[in-house]
């Protein structure tokens, strides 16, 4: 090896390392000369022992000086060798590189100064050293040092500058290391990054869009910058991608479709507007690519749908309808199990408008593809009997519709009505806010008689007593008063002379037996007078407490609605409707006479025209009308009846029908049967009033002025109460 001391003058190697930087300069100028004469002559092995010495004794030395008399040494080399440069770089351009990670900023300096120098003269040959200069540039980019920053920003321009005319820059290579990067959080380092995805993006021979999956979600991540220049130019560079999107015919939706999704659900709100308006068109440009990700795509426009931004719920509903109105055939890639998983999740919501489209996504797979939908009932049923209890009536109405649309079938209507009695007996708050709309909307989108004869079927024999007399009385208020049951209201009317409704009467009959007044009720709408006297009759003492008193209330203010009106006219002629009178009669009798119900009703006994009995001679005014009617015959003889009941029905028609024996109904059969459950209903009150009396006395300070008290309590509530029913029953 040749001696340094020939090549280089000691004086040249001390100015070399001196503080000053005009000795240094100089003493660089002098190693370029040098370098230069070495390379003219073809001196190679000179050339190396020169660059060695450059970096063993001055770039790698411990003391700053020396190092940077190394590095604008090796810069001054590379000038000298000009066009034999590219042999020596992987010796002068590695030293370099590591002195710009120096814990010297001056250090850092001057080596950014170098290697722009070494740049300038290697041009395209430096592409080998691409990553490892783009990484230590991309560190510089967030220096301490502002000379520093500077000096790094000027290279960076240069070897911009070198790339673009490069033809052996490599994409592939670089691609991991800006995938890497991309997470870093600094502003400088993401402007610095930016900048390079828009060079490339612009190079005409690198195809950037193909590599967009791998930096899509760092772009993304910075949307939401605290800096509005990087949020800026992040959107630049997505709006970019995005258009060439649009006019590529080869794009990987895929990969890119699932960064999106979880960019949709960003806390930020320009991150989620940006997200959910890239799914929009991918929805629409996707295709059969986008297939397979259509359910995660759903999860994400979902939520935005209730976006407090009105821009991104315009987007998201938008995108949603779009998505609907794709009609997929099932097949491998399209996933039902996944799209149901998700409306059953979004269901549950807080958003009214998500809940809404994850049930009519729900509504709509059940119409396109039943056979699979129902495949996954046991899934989604439970969510949705849940969402019957949904605070609005919108999603509540389209629950319901999709329960129809399940129930087309008759395992799957059974199911629901059993069901829907569960739900009812486990929530009672349920069936008493909710009950009336879910019976009435169902009796519109299902037969209204088949879902009262399966209620009526599933009550009859429901052990909790109890919940079976609050259900049955709530099927009775609605059979009376929804305009929805007209229809079943009018065969029921005719059930003494029309086969069918002799059936349903049957049908309903064994678990109205629940409820004294449901069943008295029962026997009013149907004309059956002369058994609705039966059953007044055959009510026991411990049958009237206070919520029988309820009932009979809310029963005489519906007398008074519209449903009761051919009653109320079938009074014109008491001498055809006996047992009409006698049963209402038999109502009033029941009532405490303070209460209003009671001034009701005999009020409107007052009413019954005296010359309506004809040949009838009434006694003095009673305080009962009806009751003390005295049947007289025109001869006078005070105890022979007007019309024997041999010649009447129960509805007080001749009994022509009975005579051709239309007449099914067996009533001494149904009044055991009403007295048989009754007396179940007795037990039960027998059991609990002991339960009751246990806890009583095992209560401190709880004594008998107490249970009055309570009970004088009731009565108030029951009169409060029932005010409204009348007025309900005529807004019915």
Request: aromatic fraction near 8%; hydrophobic fraction near 45%; include cysteine.
């Amino acid at each position: 090896m040749a001696d340094i001391s020939a090549l280089l003058p000691a004086a040249t190697l001390r100015n070399l390392s001196d503080k000053l930087y005009e000795k240094r300069k100089n003493a660089a100028l002098e190693v370029e000369g040098v370098v230069r004469h070495l390379t003219a002559a073809g001196d190679h092995e000179k050339l190396t022992t020169v660059i060695n010495v450059l970096i063993n004794d001055f770039a790698l030395s411990p003391q700053a000086n020396h190092r940077k008399g190394g590095l604008i040494g090796l810069a001054a080399a590379t000038v000298g060798l000009a066009g034999e440069a590219a042999q020596h770089l992987a010796q002068i351009v590695p030293p370099v590189l590591n002195s710009l990670s120096d814990q010297d900023s001056r250090v850092r300096y001057y080596a950014c100064e170098g290697l722009y120098n070494i740049a300038k003269v290697a041009r395209g040959d430096l592409i080998l050293f691409f990553n490892q200069i783009f990484d230590a540039l991309c560190k510089l980019s967030a220096d301490s040092g502002p000379n520093v920053q500077s000096a790094a920003h000027l290279l960076d321009k240069l070897i911009k500058d070198i790339v673009a005319e490069s033809d052996q820059f490599s994409i592939e290579e670089f691609i991991p290391l800006l995938r890497e990067r991309m997470n870093v959080l600094n502003p400088y380092v993401r402007q610095f990054l930016v900048g390079w995805i828009t060079l490339l993006d612009s190079a005409p021979d690198i195809d950037m869009l193909g590599f967009l999956p791998d930096f899509l979600d760092g772009l993304f991540n910075m949307l939401s910058d605290s800096s509005h220049e990087i949020r800026q130019q992040a959107d630049s560079a997505l709006s970019e991608f995005l258009q060439e999107i649009k006019d590529s015919p080869s794009v990987d939706y895929g990969r890119m479709a699932e960064i999106l999704v979880r960019r949709a659900g960003s806390p930020d709100e320009f991150t989620r507007l940006t997200a959910i308006t890239w799914v929009n068109e991918f929805v629409k440009l996707g295709g059969d690519q986008l297939v397979p990700y259509y359910s995660d795509i759903l999860s994400s426009i979902l939520p935005c749908i209730s976006d407090k931004e009105e821009k991104i719920k315009a987007v998201a509903r938008e995108t949603n309808e779009e998505l609907r109105a794709i009609n997929i055939e099932p097949a491998e890639d399209f996933d039902i199990g996944a799209f149901l998983g998700i409306a059953r999740r979004e269901i549950g919501s807080e958003w009214e408008a998500t809940r809404l489209e994850a049930l009519r996504w729900m509504l709509v797979l059940l119409e396109r593809h039943r056979a699979e939908v129902l495949s996954y009932l046991n899934d989604i049923f439970p969510a949705l009997l849940q969402s019957l209890s949904d605070s609005s009536d919108e999603v509540v109405l389209l629950v319901l519709k999709i329960h129809a649309c399940i129930a087309q079938e008759t395992q799957h209507f059974r199911q629901l009505i059993v069901f829907l009695v569960y739900q009812f007996k486990l929530e009672p708050s349920l069936l008493e806010k909710r009950g009336a709309l879910i019976l009435r909307r169902l009796c519109v989108l299902l037969d209204a008689e088949r879902i009262y004869r399966e209620l009526a079927s599933i009550l009859e024999g429901e052990a909790d007593l109890e919940f079976a007399t609050v259900m049955v009385q709530a099927l009775n208020l609605i059979l009376l008063t929804a305009s929805e049951l007209a229809e079943l209201r009018t065969l029921l009317k005719h059930s003494l002379s029309i086969p069918a409704g002799q059936d349903l009467f049957i049908a309903l009959y064994s678990s109205w037996c629940h409820s004294p007044m449901a069943t008295i009720s029962l026997c009013l709408l149907v004309q059956a007078y002369q058994h609705a006297t039966s059953v007044i009759q055959s009510l026991a003492e411990e049958d009237i407490n206070v919520k029988f008193l309820v009932q009979v209330d809310k029963l005489v203010r519906l007398l008074e609605a519209p449903v009761f009106t051919y009653l109320r006219l079938q009074l014109l002629e008491p001498g055809r409707y006996p047992a009409l009178l006698k049963a209402l009669n038999g109502l009033l009798m029941l009532l405490p006479q303070q209460s209003a119900a009671f001034k009701i009703l005999r009020t409107r006994l007052k009413t019954v025209p005296a010359y309506a009995f004809m040949h009838v001679q009434t006694p003095p005014t009673s305080e009962f009308p009806g009751l003390n009617v005295v049947r007289r015959t025109a001869s006078g003889n005070p105890y022979t009846p007007i019309l024997t009941h041999s010649q009447f029905n129960e509805d007080g028609e001749k009994n022509s029908e009975l005579s051709n024996g239309a007449n099914r109904i067996n009533f001494a059969m149904r009044l055991q049967q009403f007295e048989r459950m009754q007396h179940q209903h007795r037990l039960h009150q027998q059991e609990q009033s002991e339960l009751s009396k246990k806890e009583w006395k095992g209560t401190p300070g709880f004594t008998q002025g107490d249970k009055w008290e309570e009970a004088r309590k009731t009565s108030v509530f029951i009169e409060s109460n029932t005010r409204t029913l009348s007025r309900l029953s005529w807004q019915s």
